[in-house]
């Protein structure tokens, strides 16, 4: 065992649970075998024998994400797989999913923007947590720890407005006519550290320009004004072609001899 190189820099990976424990280094002349345990449970074994420097253990800590979990990796010499002595090994640093898996990106799955509100629907991330056969969302997993942030702004305007729910609605007053621009950020403002996920893409309403009421009248009163003016001048011209062409009929008569 002395020419075995020991695992080190052993780190948890994990997004909505999916969770990886990667170390290093790179193996030459050795391989790995990775346990984990529950605090107070029994050592597994996962990955025997392997080449890699990553192993998924998201089967063993999605059977209770609230539990906290220890994995350790042994190393190996090629030559001596069927040792019977215990290989050297190095300890992972604890993992508690629920307080430590990050939140992945979120997906707005349906926006609607009516007069001056503006509706929009987040859609839950899929996790790989069961119960019977079913997986869970993390709305499902989180209950109300689970918070969702909005980001909305003008579109032409860059100045950004923020609205929270514990839900996965959010609804609006925003200015009628004027499109906007949002995205949101999944967050868990209980923990001490990995509240926020990454914020989802922008998404953007497109509503045509609405007249305000007081507009649409005054637009109506120019309107009719016009019109009226337009039949007046039409009708002082008509007559005044009618008494020309009378006054040309008068002259054209010939004088009366006396």
Same mark, same amino acid.
């Given at each position: 065992?002395?020419?075995?190189?020991?695992?080190?820099?052993?780190?948890?990976?994990?997004?909505?649970?999916?969770?990886?424990?990667?170390?290093?280094?790179?193996?030459?002349?050795?391989?790995?075998?990775?346990?984990?345990?529950?605090?107070?449970?029994?050592?597994?074994?996962?990955?025997?024998?392997?080449?890699?420097?990553?192993?998924?253990?998201?089967?063993?800590?999605?059977?209770?994400?609230?539990?906290?979990?220890?994995?350790?990796?042994?190393? #190996?010499?090629?030559? *001596?797989? !069927?040792?019977?002595?215990?290989?050297?090994? =190095? @300890?992972?640093? /604890? %993992?508690?999913?629920?307080?430590?898996?990050?939140?992945?990106?979120?997906?707005?799955?349906?926006?609607?923007?009516?007069?001056?509100?503006?509706?929009?629907?987040v859609?839950?991330?899929?996790?790989?947590?069961?119960v019977?056969?079913?997986?869970?969302?993390?709305?499902d997993?989180?209950?109300?720890?689970?918070?969702?942030?909005? #980001?909305?702004?003008? *579109?032409? !305007?860059?100045?950004?407005?923020?609205?929270? =729910? @514990?839900?996965? /609605? %959010?609804?609006?007053?925003?200015?009628?006519?004027?499109n906007?621009?949002?995205?949101?950020?999944?967050?868990?403002?209980?923990r001490?550290?990995?509240?926020?996920?990454?914020?989802?893409?922008?998404?953007?309403?497109?509503?045509?320009?609405?007249?305000?009421t007081e507009?649409?009248?005054?637009?109506?009163?120019?309107?009719?004004?016009?019109?009226?003016?337009?039949?007046?001048?039409?009708?002082?011209?008509?007559?005044?072609?009618?008494?020309?062409?009378?006054?040309?009929g008068?002259?054209?008569?010939p004088?009366?001899?006396?």
């Amino acid at each position: 065992t002395t020419d075995v190189v020991v695992a080190y820099n052993l780190t948890w990976k994990s997004t909505n649970f999916k969770t990886i424990l990667e170390w290093e280094p790179k193996p030459i002349n050795h391989v790995y075998t990775v346990q984990i345990s529950p605090r107070l449970g029994n050592w597994k074994n996962k990955c025997f024998y392997t080449t890699d420097t990553e192993c998924d253990v998201t089967d063993e800590i999605v059977k209770n994400v609230k539990e906290t979990y220890l994995a350790r990796v042994f190393s #190996y010499p090629l030559d *001596a797989i !069927s040792s019977t002595g215990e290989p050297p090994f =190095t @300890n992972s640093p /604890e %993992f508690t999913p629920y307080l430590e898996t990050n939140l992945g990106q979120p997906t707005i799955r349906s926006f609607e923007q009516v007069g001056t509100k503006l509706n929009v629907t987040v859609q839950d991330a899929r996790t790989l947590v069961r119960v019977s056969s079913t997986f869970l969302s993390l709305r499902d997993v989180f209950g109300k720890d689970l918070n969702y942030i909005l #980001y909305y702004w003008r *579109a032409s !305007s860059t100045g950004k407005k923020k609205a929270t =729910t @514990n839900t996965n /609605e %959010f609804l609006i007053d925003v200015d009628e006519g004027e499109n906007y621009c949002f995205n949101v950020q999944a967050v868990i403002p209980s923990r001490r550290a990995n509240q926020k996920s990454p914020e989802s893409p922008i998404e953007c309403t497109s509503q045509e320009k609405v007249l305000s009421t007081e507009m649409f009248f005054i637009v109506v009163a120019v309107m009719l004004v016009v019109i009226i003016f337009i039949i007046v001048l039409s009708v002082s011209l008509c007559k005044c072609r009618k008494a020309r062409a009378g006054q040309s009929g008068k002259e054209s008569l010939p004088l009366n001899v006396a």
